[in-house]
Structures are given as C-alpha cells and as structure tokens.
C-alpha cells in the first residue's frame, strides 16, 4: 500500500509592481502636503479629491508608467504621480488614546500616549509590537493599533 506523500502549503507568491520590482501591495507615505488623486494614471484624469496632509501612509496596490494607485486607511483610492509619494514609512493611531511601552510589553511603563489620527515614523517591528516616533516622544505599540504596517510585517 503507497503511503501519499503529505503536500507543503503553496508558497504565497509576492506580486511585484512592473514599474519598481518592488512589493504590490506596499506601504509608503504621501511626501506632499498637497496631492491631486486622479481617476486614472495621467495628468488627464480627473481629479477625485486631494490629500491635504503630508507624512499620512497609504498602500500602493498597483503601478503604470510614472503613476502609483494608492489607498487610504479608510480605503479610498486613486492614482498619484510617484513624486508625491515617499518610501519613508509611517504610521496612523487607529486607537482612541495609544499607550507607547518603553519596551514591547503591555507589561512595560507607559512612555507616552498619542491620540487617534496621530501620524507616526515607523522604526523597528516584531511579531506584535512596533516601535514609533512622534511629536519627541519614542516608543512601543501594538501592532493591532496601527495602520500603515502589515500583520506578519518584521522591521529591524
């Protein structure tokens, strides 16, 4: 009798943009504080709406040409020239009030607290903590309370 042989998991392909090689969908932030998000990819689109706030991440999920289609937390999209973006990684406070650990612990001081909407640069990341930077203040959050990194996303 022939034993089947136990199949591995598929391994989960990485997507890269044709543009970059880089990782779609990805995080970046918007290096402008004022960008048209058009329609589609070219000056001839219309625009849709602007972001107003510069250093706010967004998630790249496609490129053509000079043009990235991003995506805001809330899960509006459009396109953008790749100039008004900018690999610097940040993050946004999904919580009401954020404690920042001194360490990756809940069990850790509070260092800190930021309210929601507050927009963070993004340092090192483990399984479930991030460490971020803003306003002065530096310190540990869950990842769950960030918008901006990935859940399996490790930073050194």
């Known amino acids: 009798m022939a034993v089947a042989a136990s199949e591995a998991p598929p391994a989960q392909v990485q997507q890269l943009g044709p543009e970059t090689n880089l990782p779609l969908p990805r ?4 290096k402008s504080d ?12 219309r625009v849709d709406w ?4 510069r250093d706010m991440p967004v998630e790249v999920v496609a490129e053509y040409g000079h043009w990235r289609q991003i995506r805001d937390h809330d899960g509006v999209g459009g396109w953008v020239h790749y100039v008004l973006i900018s690999g610097n990684r940040t ?4 919580d009401e009030m954020l404690d920042l650990h001194f360490q990756p612990s809940s069990e ?12 963070a640069d ?21 990842k769950t309370s960030l918008w901006g990194v990935t859940a399996d996303e490790i930073r050194d």
């Open 34 to 45: 004022r960008a048209h998000v058009r329609r589609g990819p070219s000056t001839t689109h």
């Open 91 to 94: 993050v946004l406070v999904e």
């Open 50 to 53: 602007e972001f107003l706030r």
């Open 27 to 30: 995080f970046v932030s918007m």
């Open 122 to 142: 993004l340092g090192k990341c483990d399984r479930d903590w991030c460490r971020v930077a803003a306003g002065g203040q530096r310190g540990w959050a869950p």
């Open 108 to 119: 850790s001081r509070v260092v800190a607290r930021l309210e929601q909407g507050v927009i």
